[in-house]
Protein backbone atom coordinates (compact mmCIF):
# COMPACT_ATOMS: atom_id res chain seq x y z
CA UNK A 1 0.00 0.00 0.00
CA UNK A 2 1.35 3.65 -0.80
CA UNK A 3 0.73 6.25 1.63
CA UNK A 4 -2.28 7.70 -0.42
CA UNK A 5 -4.06 4.34 -0.30
CA UNK A 6 -3.40 4.30 3.86
CA UNK A 7 -4.43 8.52 4.21
CA UNK A 8 -8.28 7.95 2.58
CA UNK A 9 -10.01 6.52 5.77
CA UNK A 10 -9.05 9.03 7.84
CA UNK A 11 -9.62 11.84 4.99
CA UNK A 12 -13.10 10.89 5.16
CA UNK A 13 -13.32 10.41 8.95
CA UNK A 14 -12.21 14.13 8.77
CA UNK A 15 -15.06 15.45 6.53
CA UNK A 16 -17.14 13.89 8.73
CA UNK A 17 -15.37 15.85 12.07
CA UNK A 18 -15.76 19.01 9.93
CA UNK A 19 -18.97 17.99 9.43
CA UNK A 20 -19.60 17.90 13.28
CA UNK A 21 -17.85 20.99 13.79
CA UNK A 22 -19.84 23.06 11.22
CA UNK A 23 -23.37 21.26 12.28
CA UNK A 24 -22.26 22.21 16.24
CA UNK A 25 -21.44 26.12 15.62
CA UNK A 26 -24.51 26.56 13.14
CA UNK A 27 -26.56 24.74 15.99
CA UNK A 28 -24.96 27.55 18.76
CA UNK A 29 -26.13 30.14 16.29
CA UNK A 30 -29.21 29.14 15.73
CA UNK A 31 -29.95 28.45 19.39
CA UNK A 32 -29.11 31.47 20.15
CA UNK A 33 -31.65 32.85 17.86
CA UNK A 34 -34.32 30.31 18.53
CA UNK A 35 -34.12 30.88 22.25
CA UNK A 36 -34.08 34.14 22.30
CA UNK A 37 -36.65 34.71 25.15
CA UNK A 38 -34.37 32.88 27.29
CA UNK A 39 -31.87 34.30 29.77
CA UNK A 40 -28.65 35.71 28.07
CA UNK A 41 -26.42 34.19 30.64
CA UNK A 42 -27.73 30.70 29.82
CA UNK A 43 -27.63 31.29 26.28
CA UNK A 44 -24.14 32.77 26.21
CA UNK A 45 -22.93 29.71 28.63
CA UNK A 46 -24.34 27.01 26.20
CA UNK A 47 -23.10 29.03 22.67
CA UNK A 48 -19.52 28.64 24.65
CA UNK A 49 -19.82 25.10 25.66
CA UNK A 50 -21.09 24.24 21.34
CA UNK A 51 -17.88 26.16 20.72
CA UNK A 52 -15.85 24.40 23.21
CA UNK A 53 -16.83 21.46 22.23
CA UNK A 54 -16.57 22.46 18.34
CA UNK A 55 -12.88 23.06 19.20
CA UNK A 56 -12.14 19.54 20.63
CA UNK A 57 -13.61 17.75 17.65
CA UNK A 58 -12.08 20.07 15.16
CA UNK A 59 -8.56 19.06 17.07
CA UNK A 60 -9.40 15.61 16.36
CA UNK A 61 -8.39 16.54 12.69
CA UNK A 62 -5.51 16.26 10.75
CA UNK A 63 -5.61 20.09 10.51
CA UNK A 64 -6.85 20.95 13.58
CA UNK A 65 -3.86 18.76 15.40
CA UNK A 66 -1.89 21.25 12.65
CA UNK A 67 -3.28 24.21 13.64
CA UNK A 68 -2.77 23.47 17.20
CA UNK A 69 0.92 22.44 16.65
CA UNK A 70 1.11 26.08 14.89
CA UNK A 71 -0.70 27.84 17.62
CA UNK A 72 2.26 26.20 20.50
CA UNK A 73 5.07 27.29 18.22
CA UNK A 74 3.62 30.64 18.09
CA UNK A 75 3.54 31.09 21.69
CA UNK A 76 7.00 29.71 21.94
CA UNK A 77 8.08 32.28 19.60
CA UNK A 78 6.35 35.37 20.93
CA UNK A 79 7.89 34.34 24.49
CA UNK A 80 11.52 35.14 22.72
CA UNK A 81 10.90 39.03 21.60
CA UNK A 82 12.83 41.02 22.77
CA UNK A 83 9.92 44.49 23.57
CA UNK A 84 10.18 47.26 23.66
CA UNK A 85 10.89 49.51 27.19
CA UNK A 86 8.43 52.24 27.76
CA UNK A 87 10.83 54.90 26.67
CA UNK A 88 11.49 53.49 23.26
CA UNK A 89 8.50 53.33 22.66
CA UNK A 90 7.48 56.90 23.26
CA UNK A 91 10.61 57.89 21.58
CA UNK A 92 9.72 55.53 18.56
CA UNK A 93 6.20 57.56 18.52
CA UNK A 94 7.21 60.31 18.66
CA UNK A 95 9.78 59.93 15.04
CA UNK A 96 6.66 58.57 13.79
CA UNK A 97 4.55 61.36 14.51
CA UNK A 98 7.21 63.82 13.57
CA UNK A 99 7.53 62.00 9.85
CA UNK A 100 3.98 62.23 9.18
CA UNK A 101 3.66 66.24 10.36
CA UNK A 102 6.66 66.66 7.75
CA UNK A 103 5.05 64.28 4.81
CA UNK A 104 1.95 65.94 5.06
CA UNK A 105 3.27 69.44 5.32
CA UNK A 106 5.45 68.56 2.09
CA UNK A 107 2.18 67.21 0.48
CA UNK A 108 0.01 69.80 0.69
CA UNK A 109 2.87 72.39 -0.09
CA UNK A 110 3.00 70.09 -3.60
CA UNK A 111 -0.56 70.02 -4.06
CA UNK A 112 -1.31 73.70 -3.68
CA UNK A 113 1.62 74.31 -6.08
CA UNK A 114 0.11 72.12 -8.32
CA UNK A 115 -3.35 73.13 -7.75
CA UNK A 116 -2.04 76.56 -8.89
CA UNK A 117 -0.03 75.73 -11.75
CA UNK A 118 -3.35 73.77 -13.32
CA UNK A 119 -5.50 76.98 -12.22
CA UNK A 120 -3.33 79.04 -13.99
CA UNK A 121 -2.63 77.33 -17.68
CA UNK A 122 -6.77 76.59 -17.38
CA UNK A 123 -7.26 79.98 -16.74
CA UNK A 124 -10.10 78.63 -13.81
CA UNK A 125 -9.48 80.12 -10.58
CA UNK A 126 -10.94 78.82 -7.21
Do not use: C
Not at 33 to 45: H, T
Not at 74 to 89: D, H, L
Not at 91 to 118: E, K, R, Y
Amino acid sequence: MNASTENQPSGSLDSLKWGVVFLLLAGAVWGNYAFGEESVLIRAVAVVIAIAVAGLVAVQTEKGRTALAFAKESRTEIRKVVWPTRQEAIQTTGIVLVATLFMSLLLWGLDSILFWVVGFITGIQV
